[in-house]
């Protein structure tokens, strides 16, 4: 078998199963997408692919001019880098990214679907490329395209394929279980080893199908909120920028107010013994109408007692009444403010 390296570097199957694996943990995993440890293992993933996309290309390993007959079962399995780099793509994160990830995966599901078109892996229709006005013609029919304007047919069509992929799919998983272990462990033959690199093409094709379908559907919504979020962009209105605040200073002693000021927009102009002076001159403190009333209550209570010491008639007269009404009259009697 065949190993290909760089200078102290890895080696070309050592890139690809480094891929390769980091695509399966993601698969296996239950650690949320977003997290940090998922999209280092996505990166490391990717970075290893590309390397690997780097030696094939310097190595020139695929012809266009030849067949798959033709193709060492050693080298077969790099026809996968493409597939595996458009899945990893995928599982990256970032609402702002989301539109250049999309792209970038679908390119790279096309190139490895184009590869195997060209090599005749399997019986598929190309999907059509992002551009081009007039849909590929296959020898049978016309091609459906996801984003066509749907009607019964198409989308009985779809639905037919799609069942007939998953099918294909199954089918194929339940043979390649049976090959993995022997060539994971490098107990396969030649003969198995081809097999099995057929058959994962072949699965990843069906995959490939179906990750650019929903790709088709999904980007129209992704280009959509892009120019939305550009539209309030554009218009949102720009924002004033005020000016800064002056900072103002509390002064502590005299010296600090002749330096930097006050600090505050007044100052006192008299002092509260000269405010007192000048309210009391003028009869308006608020203290002097608070003691006038005790001061009357004193002083008619003053007369009643001198009235009723020189026995006078009315004094005398008022007494015996309060007197005689105080008998008849319980304490408290004509309060009814608190008895609800």
Not at 291 to 301: F, I, L, N, V, Y
């Amino acid at each position: 078998m065949a190993e290909y390296s760089q200078s102290d570097g890895p080696k070309l199957s050592e890139l690809l199963e480094k891929g390769w694996r980091s695509l399966e943990e993601l698969d296996g995993s239950s650690e949320p997408s977003g997290s940090r440890e998922v999209q280092d293992k996505v990166k490391q993933g990717l970075v290893a692919l590309e390397q690997a996309v780097r030696m094939v290309t310097q190595l020139d390993l695929f012809s266009r001019n030849e067949d798959l007959d033709e193709i060492s079962s050693a080298d077969i399995k790099y026809l996968l880098l493409p597939a595996l780099q458009g899945a990893l793509t995928l599982k990256q994160v970032g609402l702002t990214q989301r539109l250049n990830h999309l792209e970038t995966a679908r390119t790279y599901f096309m190139d490895f679907l184009q590869r195997c078109h060209e090599y005749k892996v399997s019986a598929f229709n190309l999907p059509q490329q992002k551009g081009s006005n007039s849909n590929e013609e296959d020898n049978s029919h016309h091609i459906v395209h996801p984003t066509s304007n749907p009607n019964l047919t198409a989308m009985a069509l779809q639905r037919q394929a799609k069942i007939e992929r998953y099918k294909q799919r199954k089918e194929l998983e339940s043979r390649l279980s049976g090959l993995q272990e022997c060539v994971r462990h490098g107990t396969a033959e030649e003969e198995q080893i081809r097999e099995f690199y057929l058959l994962q093409l072949q699965r990843w094709v069906c995959t490939a199908l179906e990750e650019i379908q929903s790709i088709d559907q999904e980007l129209p919504m992704v280009k959509a909120r892009e120019m939305i979020k550009k539209g309030h962009e554009m218009t949102a209105p720009a924002r004033q920028t005020r000016p800064p605040m002056k900072p103002f200073i509390l002064t502590r002693d005299a010296v600090q107010a002749k330096v930097l000021g006050a600090g505050y927009p007044s100052l006192p102009t008299m002092t509260v013994d000269d405010w007192y002076q000048q309210h009391r001159e003028k009869n308006v403190l608020p203290d002097q109408g608070v003691h006038s009333k005790p001061r009357d209550e004193e002083q008619e209570a003053a007369e009643r007692e001198r009235k009723e010491e020189i026995d006078d008639p009315e004094a005398l007269q008022n007494a015996r009444n309060w007197e005689g009404w105080k008998d008849d009259h319980r304490r408290g009697y004509g309060n009814r403010k608190n008895m609800g």
